[in-house]
């Protein structure tokens, strides 16, 4: 029996998307960690918006994802 693919079989080693769509999703995830009024909560959100920015420089000069 095939085993069923996961998640990680699906990621490509490019980013998929334009690098505005990464940064508009950064944007966002920084407002709501202004919103947000617990410091756990506002520093994980302030992490992922750094995972977004992060994507967004990727895609502006086409860098790979991971190594394969």
């Known amino acids: 029996m095939v085993p069923a693919p996961t998640e990680m079989d699906y990621l490509s080693t490019r980013p998929p998307l334009p690098a505005e769509y990464y940064r508009r999703n950064a944007a966002r995830v920084r407002q709501l960690a202004s919103e947000a009024t ?9 992490d992922v918006a750094l995972q977004y920015e992060r994507l967004a420089e990727r895609a502006d000069h086409g860098t790979p994802l991971a190594n394969p």
């Open 38 to 46: 617990t410091a756990g909560v506002k520093e994980r959100l302030r």
